[in-house]
């Protein structure tokens, strides 16, 4: 290259996912060649179902439509913040001025970085869960900021010891970022929980920001931050359609919270972009309106793939919760597993069945060093899949 690129790209590399799709593409075009099976993909957490058909009709019918196609307003349309507010007045019990409290996403990861840019300063600490979500850090090193690790242990059920948490150099830090129900781990979120943290951040001065896509996934109640006392003073929530309405390629997902904050959020984004095409945010409206029938349908669906994949970690002697929330299933590798070849304990599982099982599981190490003995199996597929994983991991163990 003729110029140097900027520092903030050298702490950040290509995400995991993104490094290691191309060398399953790489690795299937082998096995394609020898007459072999494709790798059994059990990596990432992109549902495999159809979303809701009223979306999809919605979709269709007004994307044929004149005067579809232009720029859309920076808000969002009216009808889709109204929908995102009824949608938790209904099952978070959240009250969410529909004007200026929600705002629209290209996706609740696009938050993440929107987020970063519009309350961190070069320098300022941030508060990142280990193990945690690995975008929470990147967006945080591509922002300036000092990034100060919390530590989420299964000894604690994977939520945060405040008690060391207040021991930490507090000053200077802008935001917690959490995840409850939790990825990787699927560890629930409690309402104790919300009402800790918000408290933690007022007496703090610090911004807590939810990552709340998992919340409908093998959960018996839905619950958001911000119904928690003092929420709206301090506290940030990112949702999505990805996950509970099988949506996770259309990018649709929001921000939710006081106006003044989420004014911020929106400050930023409309330099980024020019609004989300009229007809996905018409679909949204649509798909938020799903009632109990549909998440009762997708998480009786869910509950025998995990059932499935549980069968895959009993096999591997890996130790995990089998009430956890969400799309994955989070286990600890059997003790004599050992790192090898500069790999954690989990890494050398997840390449012995990869390279000769044909299985991809991700390794844990992906999401923090308390993740390098664990692994992750997502429930993203069908039970015969997860069945005839379980098949070739036991024909080479």
């Known amino acids: 290259?003729?110029?140097?690129?900027?520092?903030?790209?050298?702490?950040?590399?290509?995400?995991?996912?993104?490094w290691k799709n191309k060398e399953l593409s790489r690795l299937n075009a082998d096995r394609k060649a020898r007459g072999e099976d494709p790798?059994?993909?059990?990596?990432?957490?992109?549902?495999?179902?159809?979303?809701?058909?009223?979306?999809?009709?919605?979709?269709?019918?007004?994307?044929?439509?004149p005067g579809n196609h232009a720029y859309q307003n920076y808000?969002?349309?009216?009808?889709?913040?109204?929908?995102?507010a009824d949608w938790y007045a209904k099952w978070y019990g959240v009250e969410l001025d529909p004007v200026n409290g929600v705002?629209?996403?290209?996706?609740?990861?696009?938050?993440?970085?929107?987020?970063?840019?519009?309350?961190?300063?070069?320098?300022?600490?941030?508060?990142?869960?280990?193990?945690?979500?690995?975008?929470?850090?990147?967006a945080s090193r591509l922002v300036d900021a000092q990034i100060m690790n919390y530590d989420l242990t299964e000894e604690n059920n994977w939520m945060p010891d405040f008690d060391a948490i207040e021991k930490m150099d507090l000053d200077g830090v802008k935001i917690m970022w959490v995840n409850y129900p939790h990825m990787p781990t699927g560890a629930k979120a409690t309402p104790e929980l919300f009402q800790r943290l918000v408290d933690f951040g007022l007496?703090?001065?610090?911004?807590?920001?939810?990552?709340?896509?998992?919340?409908?996934?093998?959960?018996?109640?839905?619950?958001?931050i911000l119904s928690a006392k003092g929420a709206m003073e301090c506290c940030l929530e990112l949702n999505s359609l990805s996950k509970a309405h099988n949506m996770s390629g259309w990018r649709i997902g929001m921000v939710g919270g006081s106006p003044e904050m989420v004014d911020q959020v929106r400050k930023v984004k409309s330099q980024m972009d020019s609004g989300m095409f009229k007809p996905l945010q018409l679909a949204a409206v649509q798909a938020l309106s799903q009632g109990e029938d549909w998440f009762r349908e997708l998480n009786a669906e869910y509950s025998k793939r995990q059932v499935a994949a549980g069968?895959?970690?009993?096999?591997?002697?890996?130790?995990?919760?089998?009430?956890?929330?969400?799309?994955?299933?989070w286990g600890k590798v059997k003790a004599e597993t050992q790192a090898a070849n500069g790999m954690t304990a989990g890494e050398t599982l997840s390449e012995k069945l990869l390279h000769e099982a044909g299985v991809f599981v991700t390794p844990g190490y992906i999401f923090g060093k308390n993740g390098n003995d664990y692994i992750r199996i997502s429930l993203c597929a069908p039970v015969p899949t997860l069945e005839k994983a379980y098949e070739k991991i036991k024909g080479i163990l």
């Open 1 to 18: 290259m003729i110029v140097q690129p900027a520092n903030r790209t050298s702490s950040v590399r290509e995400y995991y996912f993104s």
């Open 39 to 65: 790798i059994i993909n059990l990596g990432i957490g992109a549902p495999d179902r159809m979303p809701p058909m009223p979306a999809i009709n919605e979709l269709a019918s007004t994307a044929r439509q």
């Open 75 to 84: 808000y969002g349309l009216p009808e889709l913040r109204k929908a995102y």
């Open 103 to 138: 705002q629209p996403l290209v996706g609740s990861k696009e938050g993440i970085l929107l987020t970063s840019m519009a309350f961190v300063n070069p320098g300022d600490k941030v508060l990142v869960p280990d193990p945690g979500y690995p975008t929470y850090t990147s």
């Open 203 to 224: 007496r703090h001065k610090i911004l807590i920001v939810n990552d709340n896509p998992y919340s409908f996934i093998l959960t018996e109640r839905q619950l958001s």
């Open 311 to 329: 069968r895959i970690m009993d096999l591997l002697e890996a130790r995990y919760d089998k009430n956890s929330a969400g799309l994955f299933l």
